[in-house]
T-cell receptor, first 112, second 118 residues
Framework: TQLLEQSPQFLSIQEGENLTVYCNSS?????LQWYRQEPGEGPVLLVT?????EVKKLKRLTFQFGDARKDSSLHITAAQPGDTGLYLC????????????FGKGTKLSVIP | ETGVTQTPRHLVMGMTNKKSLKCEQH?????MYWYKQSAKKPLELMFV???????ENNSVPSRFSPECPNSSHLFLHLHTLQPEDSALYLC?????????????????FGPGTRLTVT
């Protein structure tokens, strides 16, 4: 069974601070996705990374896929209360697979 | 309507009731999914359909019965549920996964149905 370990599990920071959350595995993935989920809602796709070493930016969010395609990080600069939510990483096992493996998520609270 | 919609958003049912969850996708995708999200557990894939045919069934109890009448609609029929089945049930859709590494494969989720079994 392929596992995705996310850390930290919980994170509470002040508005304006920077933070990084991690998604790690011992398996190689063909692609990896980051989602943000607010309470009582479904996950919203933020980004998909497919190439080892790839860096993608979405406003104040920077996503990186590890060179070996086994891990990823999400860095948020100058966090805002609107960034509060559960951040989930998910990875596809390989060509032709419908299965996405999800991590348990990092619950982020940004305090005004 | 855009994206993936789910109804109802909230459902409370007794253990002897029969109810159905509905999902509709407006993205032109071929594949649809049911997931279960419980507290402190990763998202659990329940069922996958591609072009109305079931392609995966991950050892889900028979009290959950999926139905996919066409590629835009997906139902989850519920009967004689247990309290431990209380959870957020999420529907998702995607194109079929590529047969080779490289192209994007992305799943898009609906807002979910919060189910409480009493």
């Amino acid at each position: 069974t392929q596992l995705l370990e996310q850390s930290p599990q919980f994170l509470s920071i002040q508005e304006g601070e920077n933070l990084t959350v991690y998604c790690n595995s011992s398996s190689v993935f063909s692609s990896l996705q980051w989602y943000r989920q607010e309470p009582g809602e479904g996950p919203v796709l933020l980004v998909t990374v497919v190439t080892g070493g790839e860096v993608k930016k979405l406003k104040r969010l920077t996503f990186q896929f590890g060179d070996a395609r086994k891990d990823s990080s999400l860095h948020i600069t100058a966090a805002q209360p609107g960034d509060t939510g559960l951040y989930l990483c998910a990875a596809n096992s390989g060509a032709g697979s419908y299965q996405l493996t999800f991590g348990k998520g990092t619950k982020l609270s940004v305090i005004p | 309507e855009t994206g993936v919609t789910q109804t109802p958003r909230h459902l409370v049912m007794g253990m002897t009731n029969k109810k159905s969850l509905k999902c509709e996708q407006h993205l032109g995708h071929n594949a649809m999914y049911w997931y279960k999200q419980s507290a402190k557990k990763p998202l659990e894939l329940m069922f996958v359909y591609s072009l109305e045919e079931r392609v995966e069934n991950n050892s889900v109890p028979s009290r959950f019965s999926p139905e996919c009448p066409n590629s835009s609609h997906l139902f989850l029929h519920l009967h004689t549920l247990q309290p431990e089945d209380s959870a957020l049930y999420l529907c998702a859709s995607s194109q079929d996964p590529p047969s080779w590494d490289g192209p994007l494969y992305e799943q898009y989720f609906g807002p979910g149905t919060r189910l409480t079994v009493t």
